[in-house]
């Protein structure tokens, strides 16, 4: 296995030291730290995701994986930033106002950072303003969670506020959370929904066509 | 009239437990985002009614109103302090609609998870968790509750921790467990009905089971699971009022009470020993259940 494999393999076994470790290497040996990153630990973080989607694995494995891929992200991080390699884009994501729920979207955020994508999370409780400032910051995709009926409305809320920022054209806006579906998606006038954190993923690249 | 749960469980069959608090409270005026608990205390003629409500419609076992009353979840929204005032106002408003009740009513404190992912996958460690479980439930039995009721977990460390604060605040006060399975039969953390029945027996519980979830569909398979790794187990069924739905801004639950009569009739063949519901149930939905329930079980 080259050392490329090695790091990926080691994300998808969720060894944070090993995979830290062979990202050591690669740098050392002069392996481009986007070729790392793109077929190191994306591909491996992507290969998680599949296999949530399939049910062979679960939250627990897609934690430890994620938590690998941050280790090694922090040692790469510098080499990237030197060699000018882009995050895909960046994605706002939050829980809405009045709803508290951390975990799903702590989730979906990890999965996404380990696509690639740079993550601005606002937290829980967020109100719809907290939204409008980070599109205009530069957040070109708003990843919404609400764990409850009760709150699940207020999604509408922030999709309101992007319409009357004048946001909303420059912005996807993508769904998530145990009580949401398509169809709250299609009436809300939000862009995409997304069932777990690795379809988000997947929705958030066809959102914005990469 | 009080009642043991040890004691109803080895006089009949099945046993009714009550439907949803939290979707109750909201339908009452809840303000979006606000904590339920806090009523305990504002509005406890509010939540006591609920639980008269679903005693007159027949619920033998009703929780308390404390399913987000660790510290933990409290914190959130800055009443972590009030912890035990609000466990304990929760426990004996309960308590009061049991004694006032024709019926024999157990009072079950319910403790519901900390929203926090333990140790090793999340930051909080099991015997932190352990200790918020602690100070809740030692309010809950001070307050009068007959049984912890900890229910709605995904992971089983979580699980562990609870029944560990539970027995550490009060010994002697009986457990029960249930788990949310609402990802691909299994729970979020990936726990299977299989392997969570056998660790729960292991735990020395009175009984446990599953909650919330997907609708009955889901919940019953999962129990069918239980019964068929555990038969010895006495097992709690209690669903949700199906799927939610918006509808103008209204959230609707699409399981009306004849599909809940005819969930506790499956339930109960399933292996179920006692029998409700949870989010988006209301005092109709039990009344069915009981309905049902009494004919199956040939008691008048």
């Known amino acids: 296995m080259s050392l490329i494999e090695e790091i990926r393999e080691g994300i998808i076994q969720g060894q944070a030291n090993i995979v830290v470790d062979k990202v050591r290497q690669a740098l050392e040996a002069g392996e481009s730290a986007e070729v790392i990153l793109n077929q190191g630990l994306i591909s491996g973080m992507q290969r998680v995701g599949e296999m949530f989607e399939e049910g062979t694995v679960f939250v627990p494995e897609m934690l430890i994986a994620a938590r ?39 989730l979906v955020a990890m999965m996404l950072e380990g696509s690639g994508f740079e993550i601005m999370d606002l937290g829980i409780n967020v109100p719809p303003e907290k939204f409008v400032d980070a599109v205009r910051q530069g957040a070109q995709v708003v990843a919404l969670s609400a764990l409850l009926t009760t709150t699940m409305p207020n999604m509408k809320d922030v999709v ?9 054209g420059q912005t996807r806006v993508i769904i998530g959370g145990a009580p949401v579906n398509q169809n709250y998606a299609d009436q809300i006038g939000a862009d995409g929904f997304a069932p777990d954190a690795s379809s988000a993923v997947r929705k958030v690249r066809e959102l914005i066509g990469v | 009239m009080t009642a ?16 949803g608090m939290g979707t109750m409270l909201f339908a009452a005026g809840l303000a979006r985002g606000s904590a339920p608990e806090l009523w305990n205390v504002e509005r406890p003629e509010a939540v006591r009614k609920i639980h008269a409500d679903y005693i007159a419609a027949g619920a033998q076992i009703i929780l308390t109103n404390s399913f987000g009353g660790s510290r933990a979840r409290l914190s959130m929204h800055g009443l972590a302090d009030r912890a035990a005032e609000l466990n304990r106002a929760a426990a004996q408003i309960a308590r009061s609609a049991a004694q006032d009740a024709r019926h024999p009513v157990v009072v079950a404190g319910s403790i ?29 039995v001070e307050g009068g509750v007959d049984v912890l009721w900890i229910e709605t977990m995904a992971d089983m460390n979580e699980v562990r921790a609870a029944v560990e604060g539970c027995r ?112 988006g149930s209301t005092p109709e939905h039990v009344r069915a259940i009981a309905e049902a329930l009494r004919q199956e079980d040939s008691i008048p």
Not at chain 2, 113 to 138: H, R
């Open chain 2, 112 to 140: 519901g998870p900390t929203g926090q992912m333990l140790a090793p996958y999340g930051n909080l460690e099991p015997d932190d968790a352990a200790e918020m479980f602690a100070e809740q439930a030692a309010a809950l």
């Open chain 1, 68 to 106: 690998a891929m941050d280790k090694a992200l922090t040692l790469l991080r510098p080499h990237l930033v030197e060699a000018g390699v882009q995050p895909i884009a960046k994605v706002a994501i939050g829980t809405v106002k009045g709803d508290l729920h951390d975990i799903g979207k702590k």
């Open chain 2, 168 to 279: 550490r605040a009060a010994p002697g006060v009986p457990l029960v467990a249930t788990l949310t399975y609402d990802t691909r039969g299994r729970t979020m953390m990936g726990e299977t009905p299989e392997h969570a029945a056998e660790t729960l027996e292991g735990l020395g519980l009175l009984a446990h089971g599953a909650n919330c979830g997907n609708g009955p569909d889901e919940l019953l398979t999962a129990i069918n699971r239980m019964h068929h790794a555990q038969p010895q187990a006495r097992l709690i069924a209690k669903a949700n009022a199906g799927l939610p739905r918006m509808i103008d801004d209204r959230t609707v639950y699409d399981a009306g009470p004849e599909v809940m009569a005819a969930y506790a009739r499956q339930a109960r063949a399933n292996g179920a020993r006692i029998i409700g519901a949870c989010c």
């Open chain 1, 160 to 168: 309101d506020a992007l319409d009357q920022a004048g946001l909303r």
């Open chain 2, 4 to 19: 043991s749960l040890a004691q109803l469980l080895e006089s009949q069959a099945t046993l009714v437990a009550d439907g």
